[in-house]
């Protein structure tokens, strides 16, 4: 704002550098959801499986087993996978987002700003043709509820 | 108003000049949104990004990357993308208003009094055609609703 | 109505003159909109753009650039639009509010007050028939909701 | 109705002539609409245009001018076309309104007076098969609404 | 009654002779419309014609001779038409309702009081016939109504 | 009933001649209409004709003479009418009701007895299938409405 | 009862002869409707006809002859017609009447209680099979109606 | 129940004789219907036929040899029927009702039973399913009645 | 349960012999409906014939005659059918009652049991897809029901 | 748990051996239906035969013999088919019930609880639309319900 | 989040080894459903077989052996199958839980973000239609409802 000769560095008047614009500032490790996105995903072993009656009783091998071996699957293979993945994904939803916020900012609000404006005459028109042809239609058809007499006994 | 042979240079009494017509009146760059248009585009990486449960923790490295990217991403792709589309949609709204204001004041507003005025006649007509055809009508089919009689026991 | 020799020169009892017909009479050029028929066209930069957030915000030189262009823009369009079009169209408007009058007042409000009376006629006649033929015949089909006995519990 | 040997020359006891039947009786040129019949037609240049805002006033010549425009080419326009299509106007609804009060007092009202007489037969036999026929089936339909018990829980 | 030789010349007692039944009653000239038939048609210049405002003011003489044509015109026509065709409309009537009255009192009303005798016949078939099939089946479909079990929380 | 010998002449036991049934017995030739069978009959000049106003008066002459044209030709062509016509028709209805007491006396009422009989056990049956069938039916389907509960807040 | 030798010739007890059934036993010749069931029978001359004023007045001696030939022709129709077709019609409802109780007494009556038996089993079953099915269905569907909640203001 | 050798010869105990199983006891003569099952059957000669006014007597003679007529041959033509065809009749009823009890009693109890337990199980097949797949679903189409909110003014 | 060498031998511990099952435990023969199952079948002559009026009198010997004929043959049909039929109906019922204990006992309870646990899950499938799909929409189409406004007069 | 090197022979920390797993443990065999599983299936000889009355009872020998055969007979039809097969049915279900609950257990729980995730995320998809699209369209279709006005005389 | 040079090695700050993830955490082998997600699993021989009336007893030696033959067979059937397919079944819920995981915390939510941002603008188009052509439309149409009149007798 002041001078306009460095155009290109300022944001809200302030130099723009080409570093991290986090400034270092470290994300929590420990608490990785503190807006409580996805309670219903704290899913272990016995949220899952149970077996109810001696009756029905597997092994007791086979039981401890299952028990070891969904909770290391379940564990890797998400660390796997979002190692991976994870990655491309936020890039991508950076970009998206930027888009997103563009596009509405410069050019849906000036459009719906128009919109209403050019939508306004329309129903001034639409209320004086309603008001002359319809509304008297729709009082004479409601004569038809004028004569209900009721009759107690 | 007063001398008439300057008639091109007067707006509201005033002269007018080929200069900016903001006046050098500076714009507010801290505080860009004053009418609240867009408060739902405020967007960070944990309003869209969480991890529940420590069963479902990605790699630490995995996840500050993540956090870095996608910020770093999303303000630099804004940034770019509106200093490459800004300045021509800014000039397409402005012709835009321009024309739209025109079209309302000069033509829509006229024909809307001369419309209310026509319509004032049809619909005089129209209420005598409905007063004599319909609404005897309509009265004398009421009259099925004549004979109700309830009998409580 | 005193001398009916000069009866091309008066209206209302005075003479006609081929002048200006609003006496030189001024029209305000400060408030152009006495009866705001308009209000809803009040519109500013701030009323279609705003940027809500810093990660959302374009470098300062666009913002302002955009500021600049969009209000000057619109102020020039519209100046000039209204040069070249508002003229002609003050004279359509002229002539066709004259005619619009001339119409109302000789042509549709005796052809109203004729319709009056000759729908005046059609209307006993066709009430007539109502209460012969459909009256007795809906208050028959009204016996059907005569029988209507309700036991509580 | 004394003497009726000059039975062409009296209406209403007085002898007739062919003079002016409005006796030089002068109109009121001041108030031409005493009975109040267009008031919405009072229609002026701030009625249909305003300009709401600085940002969309157009120069102030071209605000003169429409308005000395459009108030002087209404007000002519309206004074040829009634010079020119007036009077035979006044002939012709002269002579319409003449005819209709004819036919409505020598044909209407005695076919609606022999109407009415002959509809009271009709409607005397219509009541009388209405009620051996439909009136039965009408009460006896009713009787599905005979058996309604409500219990309250 | 009495002397039956001349019975050809009686009504109600009296002889009737050819003259005028009227016996030379006078008809009130002045006041035609004793039973206030046509109220609605009392209309007068001032009743069809207006304008409104002074910028739809026509020129002082097309006002003037408006309003003496349109009132000389109207009167002239109305007495014009009824000379040439109201005498034949006369008896015209005279011989519709003459007609009329001996239908209705010699065909319609015996026709009529035959007409509801045989009817009652048809009545008391009819009753059975309801009163055995259909009320029976209209009470037993009434039955679906008989489960209402409203629980009020 | 006490000497069948002569049984052709007696009626409720007195004995029958083929003179005149009414025994000379006069009928009132001054109030034909004992019984107020046609009162909406009494139509007079004034009930069908009548001039509103100054401006739609008729010559005196036109006036009168259709007042005593109407009045004389309706009451000669309804004597001349009746004249002609009201003897076969008094002889045709006379026949018509003779015949019409017979059929209702000797056929209509035994006819109408045994129906009744006969109905009674086509109604007995009926009434047993509905009960049988339909009434379940009906009831069954009644539990449809069973479940209404209804909150208020 | 007694001695069953003689069987044809005892009825409840009593010899039966071939002599008149009514023993002798005369009838009312005087008040021929004791039980009252053709009140709406009673027709006479004014009961129909009637001229309700004087401008409707036939000639006094149509009236006259009309009330004497009305009369007497209605009352001696009756007497030939009823003395022709009397006699075999009151011979054809005597020998309906007694094959119609016959039918009644020894088929009807046994067939609809056996009828009734049968019916019963019929509606075992079927009240069995709706209180599986259908009930359930009908019960179901009717918490449709079980969320109702109204909210006043 | 005592001594099984005489098995064909005992109902109840007692011994079977093939004589008559009314023991000769006598059936009242004078009171045949002491269940009153057919009091609408009670028809005599008023309750059929009646001449309500003088101008529709018959002559004596034909009105008294109706009375004689249609009582004696409606009394004749029962009894000879019954003579013909009252035995047999009795007969089939007898046969007819002893083989219906026949089947109640031996096939349609047993089945009803049987048919009751089989719908037992089909009809818990039948609640389980509507449990699981309809109530859901009543229910949920039942939230459409859920906001109905009422504005009282 | 004690010695599982004799294990055809025992059925609730007591050994079970081929001899009859009855033990000679006789069945009460003056009393054979002691559950009230055939109340309605208790048929004699006058629940079924009657003879209201004198008039419809059959001869004496008729009436004694169908009297004894019906209560005879009605009794000896029923003991020779039942002779005849009944024996082998008590043996098939016998058979049938046994082979549905079996059906039931051992098929269709276990059956039922698993299908209610099937059904367990189908159910809980339903319900999230209902709640997740229909709920919404239900409750959304009932905000047509949102604005009743109603105005007392 | 404690040593897994004996795993296949421990269920719930006991040694597992192939002997009988119900331990010798008896099952009461007088009482055979402790659950109440099938009190509708008591049926004996008088749940299901009946003879109301004198008029219809069979012979005594026949009535005795129905009931020693009919209980006889469904003794032993039900002994000899549960003989037959009751076991091989009483395994069936065994193996049914095991495999019925692995599934459940194993496979229906796991996917229960995944597919209750994936539709969270589709009812909110859901939610967005029709909060979007069809609330506002149901809110303005119901304003037809928004001028009921009731007037009460 | 210190030394990132071990990045592969942390996950919310400890080191990660590829041990059992579950430290050797023993599994409760006696209450293997502590969310009692199967109660309704339970069954034993009761709950499925019984004999309700000794008319209906089995030979003991079928009922004893039927119990011992369904328990033992139900027992080693569950645990000879769960042995074969359990653990394969284990692995294969973890990797589709870290999957499901993966996909509703990277993709789902945010698009769920973005969707409603999109959806927001539609529906600020959405409604200013509808409050432009379908309100005005709705108010008119329930303008039927205007005049409905209660008269109670």
Not at 115 to 120: D, K, P, S, V
Request: charged fraction near 20%.
């Amino acid at each position: 704002m002041a001078s306009q000769t460095e155009v290109r560095l300022t944001v809200g008047g302030e130099r723009v550098t080409a570093r991290d614009v986090t400034r270092g500032e470290a994300i929590d490790l420990k608490n990785r959801d503190p807006e409580s996105l996805h309670d219903n995903m704290r899913i272990h072993f016995h949220d899952v499986f149970g077996e109810p009656d001696e009756s029905v009783y597997s092994f007791d091998c086979v039981w401890t087993c299952a028990f070891r071996l969904f909770t290391n699957v379940k564990l890797w293979t998400y660390r796997i996978v979002s190692l991976l993945c994870g990655l491309p994904l936020a890039i991508y939803w950076g970009v998206y987002f930027a888009i997103l916020s563009f596009c509405v900012i410069w050019c849906c609000e000036p459009y719906l700003k128009a919109f209403a404006i050019e939508l306004g005459c329309v129903r001034r028109i639409f209320n004086t043709l309603l008001a002359a042809f319809y509304r008297p239609c729709a009082e004479t058809i409601g004569y038809i509820f004028y004569n209900i007499r009721i009759t107690r006994q």
